[in-house]
């Protein structure tokens, strides 16, 4: 997991928008990382860090959720 991730956690106004309330108070790096890989091992769901092409910057996630297999 990408350290950037923690940091952007701790913005105010970015947690305003993401619906993780939680998050707006005092949250250990172990436990968002512990969330982010719950995630990245899911089948029912996809989580993407979005980077900007240029330089680099951390913009932000997107996360896919309830996921169906079909056969």
Do not use: C, Q
């Not at 947690?15 to 790096?29: D, P, T």
């Amino acid at each position: 997991m990408d350290p950037r991730y923690f940091g952007w956690l701790s913005d105010l106004d970015v947690m305003r928008y993401i619906g993780r309330e939680e998050y707006l108070k005092s949250v250990e790096f172990a436990e968002v990382r512990e969330y982010v890989e719950k995630l990245w091992h899911s089948k029912f769901s996809s989580f993407f860090a979005i980077y900007h092409a240029d330089d680099d910057l951390f913009i932000g996630t997107a996360k896919i959720n309830y996921i169906n297999e079909r056969g």
